[in-house]
């Protein structure tokens, strides 16, 4: 168990009964609250790759549910390419048939996943302006795809490293969001920058949970290089709440590779 150096005190989350798993038990699955699900029956998902289980859960929790994903590292294209590969990789005898078919069935899986009358995707790249026909901003995204008058989001958001870059035009928005589920990534390398993104959602958010990626290792520090996060709309904090000092929390938490042993860490108690 690694101990943190005191200047990460201020991310120690806001312990929480209502703490709530959706997803896979292992790279896919995220920490939100339970009670603030219940309210909310919309999720934005900026990225989503060809791991879903998140996003399905959602639905599953209220029929009434309904979500918009921008993910553009995924679409029809994509599939199609693997499918051609794999077909291409058998005659070389580099796949085999059964790995084939298994392509074929996750094209399928998408196909009727994206086609749900209660999802709407798009293969479209998050970015700060809507400068090409792949890319889209957080401004149009709110005010063009969400509803003027929805409130009670849901926002998940892992775009590999992007994060940082958009988070201020994120917070534009805040009052429309209650729970905002986030992965950071590359710590190790811009702590600074984590740092100062933390203290600007803190105006508006309070940390519920975190948990390490642990497909990457500590930094020098001890924090997780890639860390999950969830915040919470501060109009929903009671201000007696205590605090949780040690993660990851046991059967709620599960390590993002099976293969490897949960990172540990805690904060120092004040």
């Known amino acids: 168990m690694k101990t943190l150096p ?11 009964i209502n703490l709530h798993r959706l997803g896979v038990k292992k790279d896919g699955g995220y920490i939100i609250d339970k009670e603030l699900l219940k309210m909310s029956n919309f999720l934005i998902s900026f990225g989503m790759a060809e791991e879903y289980s998140f996003e399905e859960d959602f639905l599953k929790f209220n029929v009434n549910n309904k979500l918009i994903i921008f993910d553009f590292s995924i679409s029809h294209t994509h599939y199609f390419k693997e499918v051609f590969k794999n077909i291409r990789r058998i005659f070389k005898f580099k796949r085999t048939f059964k790995e084939l078919v298994l392509c074929i069935e996750n094209y399928l899986r998408f196909i009727k996943f994206t086609n749900k009358k209660n999802v709407e995707f798009h293969s479209k790249k998050i970015t700060l302006e809507d400068d090409t026909r792949q890319n889209i901003s957080i401004k149009n995204i709110f005010e063009n795809y969400v509803e003027k008058d929805r409130d009670n989001i849901t926002l998940k958001i892992d775009i590999e490293g992007t994060e940082y870059q958009v988070i201020d035009n994120i917070l534009l928005y805040e009052k429309k969001i209650d729970q905002l589920v986030m992965e950071y990534h590359d710590t190790h390398l811009r702590k600074d920058e984590f740092f100062e993104n933390i203290k600007k959602i803190q105006k508006y958010f309070y940390i519920s949970h975190l948990h390490a990626n642990n497909y990457r290792k500590y930094n020098s520090d001890g924090f997780p290089i890639n860390i999950e996060i969830t915040f919470l709309n501060k109009k929903f ?27 540990e860490f805690s904060f120092e108690v004040n």
């Open 6 to 16: 005191k200047d990460y005190n201020f991310i120690t989350p806001y312990k929480s």
């Open 237 to 263: 904090l009671n201000n007696s709440i205590e605090k949780n000092y040690v993660y990851p929390i046991n059967e709620l938490d599960y390590p993002n590779n099976p293969q490897e042993k949960d990172l």
